[in-house]
């Protein structure tokens, strides 16, 4: 028998990998940081010898949940200020309050709420685009997880920078001071078109080819913000950022609701990750993303959570599940956007959206261990039918929730 530090068994075993394989009674292997082998339980358990063994009765074992958006340090903002658009709450709120009381330990203690909260409702990996970034790397790299981490820049002054030059520097430090870490990814993130100017794209998208790591921008979130950039540019937004640069290596687009079709054809073209963050979009009224149209274009699409000061919450199942209801209810088609799907755009395609697909998104053996488990026997969320191995998708989807997480692991190692 060969030998593994984990087993996990006797869980519904999601593997969300391209064929779509459940094992109802199944089993996940870990040695070290990657998971070896993935079946039915009984069969792992004869080949192989576990250090530790847990037994994942009455629940769902699924891959890490990827928030691919998020603000994580303004945890310290929820609630702050509601019921206004973006506009308002960003320039008449949101800035002047994080110009501020912004600063390392802000930043440090913020994401350290995050983490936690982010852990216990079964997520894994999130990107983040905030100030003062290496805290962060700092506090997500002593947590446990996975993160791409973007240091905001902007043509305005900021908490961190007085200028984009020294906001550009700053970045450039950071980048350089965390490359090569196992589990977090440093870049740089051009706040958004409206914010920023074309030498800081330029500038951002020179970096992140130098280091090989992912531009993070905000594009095309709201109408008013596509119709001035059409009035001053004459393009859209994601046209302009591909015109400024922000498309020529890999590049993660927060929200893009307002993409048109030859935006959607860029976005496809460059293999840019979209990440649509729903609950924020609609509590901001920036409108609903054309996430079933983003899917049938094969576009590399995931979800975020967007910050808390705008969310209020960092749940990856509200947005999961948000991500299934919001296309039925605009196209009168139930089937707009099916649960598997719903749950891949956390998962699967998630991981294709942050450009981590070769490591994370999906129970195959050679990736790493990023794994929740999620208990199925709840009182909202029983009974359970097993009519079709499918169902299971309807169950995570529409009756799971955050609370329901049990055990969360990032490369092989227990966060929860």
């Given at each position: 028998?060969?030998?593994?530090?984990?087993?996990?068994?006797?869980?519904?075993?999601?593997?969300?990998?391209?064929?779509?394989?459940?094992?109802?009674?199944?089993?996940?292997?870990?040695?070290?940081?990657?998971?070896?082998?993935?079946?039915?339980?009984?069969?792992?358990?004869?080949?192989?010898?576990?250090?530790?063994?847990?037994?994942?009765?009455?629940?769902?074992?699924?891959?890490?949940?990827?928030?691919?958006?998020?603000?994580?340090?303004?945890?310290?903002?929820?609630g702050l200020v509601a019921d206004q658009q973006l506009d308002v709450w960003l320039f008449g709120y949101m800035f002047p309050v994080e110009s501020r009381?912004?600063?390392?330990?802000?930043?440090?203690?913020?994401?350290?709420?995050?983490?936690?909260?982010?852990?216990?409702?079964?997520?894994?990996?999130?990107?983040?685009?905030?100030?003062?970034?290496?805290?962060?790397?700092?506090?997500?790299?002593?947590?446990?997880?996975?993160?791409?981490?973007?240091?905001?820049?902007?043509?305005?002054?900021?908490?961190?920078?007085?200028?984009?030059?020294?906001?550009?520097?700053?970045?450039?430090?950071?980048?350089?001071?965390?490359?090569?870490?196992?589990?977090?990814?440093?870049?740089?993130?051009?706040?958004?078109?409206?914010?920023?100017?074309?030498?800081?794209?330029?500038?951002?998208?020179?970096?992140?080819?130098?280091?090989?790591?992912?531009?993070?921008?905000?594009?095309?979130?709201?109408?008013?913000?596509?119709?001035?950039?059409?009035?001053?540019?004459?393009?859209?937004?994601?046209?302009?950022?591909?015109?400024?640069?922000?498309?020529?290596?890999?590049?993660?687009?927060?929200?893009?609701?307002?993409?048109?079709?030859?935006?959607?054809?860029?976005?496809?073209?460059?293999?840019?990750?979209?990440?649509?963050?729903?609950?924020?979009?609609?509590?901001?009224?920036?409108?609903?993303?054309?996430?079933?149209?983003?899917?049938?274009?094969?576009?590399?699409?995931?979800?975020?959570?967007?910050?808390?000061?705008?969310?209020?919450?960092?749940?990856?199942?509200?947005?999961?599940?948000?991500?299934?209801?919001?296309?039925?209810?605009?196209?009168?088609?139930?089937?707009?956007?099916?649960?598997?799907?719903?749950?891949?755009?956390?998962?699967?395609?998630?991981?294709?959206?942050?450009?981590?697909?070769?490591?994370?998104?999906?129970?195959?053996?050679?990736?790493?261990?990023?794994?929740?488990?999620?208990?199925?026997?709840?009182?909202?969320?029983?009974?359970?039918?097993?009519?079709?191995?499918?169902?299971?998708?309807?169950?995570?989807?529409?009756?799971?929730?955050?609370?329901?997480?049990?055990?969360?692991?990032?490369?092989?190692?227990?966060?929860?």
């Amino acid at each position: 028998m060969e030998t593994v530090d984990l087993l996990l068994i006797h869980g519904a075993v999601v593997t969300m990998d391209a064929a779509g394989h459940i094992f109802l009674d199944g089993a996940v292997a870990v040695r070290g940081s990657e998971i070896v082998a993935v079946g039915p339980s009984g069969d792992l358990a004869v080949r192989f010898a576990a250090r530790e063994t847990v037994d994942c009765q009455g629940c769902a074992i699924i891959p890490g949940l990827i928030n691919a958006h998020a603000h994580v340090p303004m945890s310290l903002l929820r609630g702050l200020v509601a019921d206004q658009q973006l506009d308002v709450w960003l320039f008449g709120y949101m800035f002047p309050v994080e110009s501020r009381f912004v600063d390392p330990e802000f930043v440090f203690t913020g994401t350290q709420l995050s983490c936690a909260e982010m852990i216990r409702g079964g997520t894994t990996t999130f990107v983040d685009m905030y100030y003062f970034e290496e805290e962060v790397a700092r506090a997500a790299d002593m947590s446990g997880m996975r993160a791409i981490c973007g240091q905001t820049v902007m043509r305005l002054p900021t908490p961190d920078a007085a200028s984009f030059d020294e906001g550009l520097e700053r970045a450039r430090v950071f980048i350089e001071q965390w490359h090569g870490h196992e589990r977090i990814i440093p870049t740089i993130a051009p706040h958004a078109p409206y914010t920023c100017t074309d030498a800081i794209y330029r500038e951002a998208a020179a970096l992140c080819r130098r280091y090989g790591v992912p531009l993070v921008t905000h594009l095309s979130e709201t109408e008013r913000e596509v119709e001035e950039s059409r009035r001053e540019r004459e393009v859209t937004p994601i046209r302009y950022a591909k015109r400024v640069g922000a498309f020529d290596g890999k590049c993660i687009a927060a929200h893009c609701v307002h993409a048109t079709e030859d935006d959607i054809r860029l976005l496809r073209e460059h293999h840019v990750g979209v990440a649509p963050c729903p609950s924020s979009n609609l509590k901001l009224a920036s409108g609903i993303a054309p996430i079933r149209r983003f899917i049938e274009a094969n576009l590399r699409v995931g979800l975020g959570t967007d910050g808390p000061a705008s969310n209020d919450d960092q749940d990856m199942f509200t947005e999961i599940h948000l991500a299934a209801l919001l296309p039925k209810g605009i196209s009168g088609d139930p089937t707009a956007v099916p649960a598997r799907d719903a749950l891949a755009l956390a998962t699967s395609l998630g991981a294709r959206a942050v450009h981590l697909d070769h490591l994370i998104g999906s129970l195959e053996p050679g990736k790493r261990a990023d794994i929740a488990v999620v208990a199925l026997g709840r009182l909202h969320s029983a009974p359970r039918y097993h009519y079709a191995p499918d169902a299971l998708y309807s169950h995570l989807v529409y009756g799971a929730r955050s609370a329901d997480v049990r055990d969360v692991l990032v490369d092989g190692r227990f966060l929860l």
